[in-house]
């Protein structure tokens, strides 16, 4: 759904997002060496940013420094997810099945475990590469214990002495199947409880090779573990770092691109424009008194901020660049923006279903939930280009009548006439369209909800919730969380920016 329904100050024409400058922001927060070098050979002239008269002049750069920068910007991007994303994790890697890398992978580990196979095979047999992988294997368990672990630490350097099992081998008295037990066992002792299926099916592996491999394989798995519960341990000590980090980081980059200000300046001056006008001051009533007396008011800094914010939930990303500091969060402002819209279509249905049904209905909560599921699943593919936002509410529109009259004769209350289905599914119809009245009165009490939230100083209890938005109050309050998070952060660690801007924006002529 890209419809705006209030249409804010933020789809003009005649702005262009083609900036090498830009792109190559973009790309370096992804850690794409290859499509900066792609755009440097472009050779687009940086002059064309927005031909803004108090940009920076152009500064000729090496591919070095830029390639420099774009690695500075891919740490900091690593830094800023584990930070914002309460729900990162680290993945094992997956080879894709046909890729040239995993067919190598399987041939070299193959002939690795064949080998071992007939060194196992052999009368005597020879230990050499066992004694490796035990090696091996003792590493990785003492690597997964914390300082305060002295007697496991004691047990795997007692059991998994090397030296002594090369004695042993040497004399034909090791039992490499004894050894297996111990590690399956200590490894059922260090592992995370999400595990415990794998290493208890270890057990249930007879032959030594097949046995060894798959006690790599779930090691594997274990240090993935390991990586995300350091990363969960480090996140409360790396947020005190790393707002001084990425402004650090930022502040690098801006000294090699002195022109990476110029977008949101842009964004600040529009916010700063909107509210002392006061365009939309019904949609988004401006919060703060006014920094000076006369006939227009200067709103204070924190306004234009919390304002410009808002503008983001409304932005246009196919025709304008999204603000520089701002950028590596872009992807979750538009995943909070079309659930927001998500959200104004469910909430527009609700009001009318529940203003045209008898009023018992609206108070009937089970009722309520499962019409809300309903409409929600009928949305849920609203992010694909293949999405019809008229047709999915035709269907609505049909299923909604269908279980208001099932709950009206449930009820024992008078039933849906004819007249009534049909005007109950016209103004459903009518939610498609950004201007519908009932729309536009969601989207607004949505933006005024959410502008309160920002000006509470994420502040508990949550705002009341605006009138008509009850049915949808969880998920408002959901994404609400989201939004101050994700502002109040970026406000930490760019606010010297902003203050700075908005110091030569808010002075009176």
Known sequence: ????????????????????????????????????????KSGSPSTQRMQRPHSSPPRFVTVEELLDTAKGVANMALAHEIVVNGDFRIKPVELPEDSLEKRVKDIVHKAFWDCLSVQLSEDPPTYDHAIKLVGEIKETLLSFLLPGHSRLRNQIMEVLDLDLIKQEAENGALDISKLAEFIIGMMGTVCAPARDEEVKKLKDIKEIVPLFRAIFSVLDLMKVDMANFAVTSIR???????????RKKFQQLLEKQPNSLDFVTQWLEEAADDLMNQKYKNALPAEGGAADSGDSPMPNPVAVQNYAYLKLLKWDHLQRPFPETVLMDQARFQELQLQLEQLTILGAVLLVTFSMAAPGISSQADFAEKLKTIVKILLTDAHLPSFHLKDALTTIGEKVCLEVSGCLALCGLTPFTTEKETVLKGQIQAVASPDDPIRRIIDSRILIFLESYLASGHQKPLPTVPGGLGPVQKELEEVAVKFVRLVNYNKMVFSPYYD?????ILVRP
Do not use: C, R, T, W
């Open 500 to 504: 700075a801007i908005l110091s030569k």
């Open 1 to 40: 759904m890209s419809e705006n329904p209030d249409k804010p100050n933020i789809n003009e024409a005649g702005e262009s997002k083609s900036s090498d400058s830009e792109q190559g922001l973009e790309d370096a927060v992804e850690g794409s060496d290859e499509a900066l070098q792609k755009n440097i």
């Open 236 to 246: 409360p000590h790396l947020m005190q770092q790393s707002v001084e980090y990425e």
